[in-house]
């Protein structure tokens, strides 16, 4: 009888460690992004980096922009609509938002939409485990996982658009270490003119 009442103490001790170490064993400083470093990257790096990879076409109405860039796969990358990266006035990345097809590209022949499960579990073999699980649906609709990995750096995001099972399915990349609001400050110098 005592033995019942310790067997789920002693199972949560044995199988938890593990759990605990593979989610601080993320290495958020060399998390790449279609090879950019998200940390150190500018946005002339990030324009330079696809275009050296090819198969992006650029969204028109980003191209004279300096705060997004939006970028539609034609021949890479074909399980996705479309990638966008946000920075600061400094240039830096602040987000980067990937969002997928309903479908997957793979001949597997099967007639399902892919899940955010299929899209974690390639992030889960780079990152390790995730540290939320988050069961989302509200009012009456079907649930699904969201699944994020967040440190004191980078916080990433697998969900699905509306926070429903029906919408497409987005990972979301967000650089906690640049200020979105950050501005390059003029030296005006030793010509006070508005004082």
Known sequence: MILNKRL??????IFSPPLLYSAESTTTSNIKVLGINLIQADITSVRS??????GYL???DSVKQHNYDKFFPWSTMRDSYYIIFRYNHVGKITSVKRLYRPYSIKQSNRRTAITTREVARSLIQELGTPTKIQTKGWGGSLGYRAYIWQNEKITITVD?????????IFVQYTVKTHNPY???QKNIGANNQGA
């Not at 789920?8 to 001790?13: E, G, T, V």
């Not at 980096?49 to 090819?54: D, E, T």
Request: aromatic share 8%; proline share 4%; hydrophobic share 40%.
């Open 160 to 168: 699905r658009e509306g926070g429903e099972k029906l919408g497409n």
């Open 182 to 184: 950050e501005v390059v």
């Open 8 to 13: 789920p103490l002693i199972f949560c001790l």
């Open 58 to 60: 650029q969204a028109k």
């Open 49 to 54: 980096q696809l275009w050296s990879i090819g």
